[in-house]
């Protein structure tokens, strides 16, 4: 039984480019969270998406971020024109049908930029 | 929106004594307290949570208290051992949402 899985578990990218973080839930899970963690800092919630719907989105950047959760395959956490203070963890944690509390949290990409 | 405190920002202890680590919630909505262990480079681990409709749950060495009226719930750990250091984090949520985190605690247990 496979538990989250995150994709690449580590990402180096230069000011300005693109990143694509991959989150695959825990199986039977609908239900994916990202969040950011910085150097010595705690988890800050980002966005909450259900399969082809974003359901809270409050902790996103207003700009440069995105994230979706399609029909088939997995969750992307997409960071357009990476800056240096983009550079942090980012874990994505899965729970099951609504009702379920409990999230369970992937490795983690860990996002440098040069 | 809700805002979770977190005490202390660092705790050592002896091992075998106990270990202590306190968490206040401002939102009454919430309802869902999980407690999570974090080792250096490694993922959040759930460890113990509480809903809002019990008062303590114990797990082995691991207990946690929540005081709704008072808005604040508790980890403790008994019988500490080295591999309990690493930092642990209290977190909120209101009915399967986000998590809010506390900004976590560093353990460090001696031997």
């Known amino acids: 039984n496979a538990g989250v899985m995150q994709n690449p578990r580590h990402l180096v990218r230069r000011r300005g480019q693109e990143a694509r973080l991959r989150c695959s839930p825990m199986?039977?899970?609908?239900?994916v969270y990202w969040y950011r963690q910085l150097p010595e800092e705690g988890l800050k919630f980002m966005v909450y998406?259900?399969?082809?719907?974003?359901?809270?989105e409050s902790g996103m950047p207003k700009e440069r971020f995105s994230a979706e959760f399609p029909k088939e395959g997995p969750s992307i956490l997409r960071i357009q024109q990476v800056v240096r203070g983009d550079s942090a963890a980012y874990f994505c944690?899965?729970?099951?049908?609504?009702?379920?509390?409990?999230?369970?949290f992937g490795p983690g990409t860990r996002l440098l930029v040069l | 929106g809700e805002n979770v405190e977190q005490h202390p920002s660092t705790l050592s202890v002896q091992e075998g004594d106990s270990a202590v680590i306190k968490c206040t919630y401002s939102d009454s909505a919430s309802n869902y307290f999980p407690w999570y262990k974090q080792e250096l480079g490694k993922r959040p681990q759930l460890i113990i949570d509480i809903r809002s409709n019990v008062g303590e749950k114990k797990d082995q060495r691991i207990a946690v208290t929540l005081n709704k009226t008072a808005k604040h719930f508790s980890l403790h750990i008994t019988e500490t051992q080295p591999e309990d250091s690493a930092v642990y984090f209290c977190a909120a949520s209101m009915d399967g949402n986000k998590l809010v985190f506390g900004a976590g605690t560093i353990l460090r247990v001696k031997s």
């Open positions: 199986k039977g899970h609908s239900h």
């Open positions: 998406l259900q399969k082809e719907n974003i359901i809270d």
């Open positions: 944690a899965s729970s099951p049908l609504s009702g379920e509390e409990t999230q369970y």
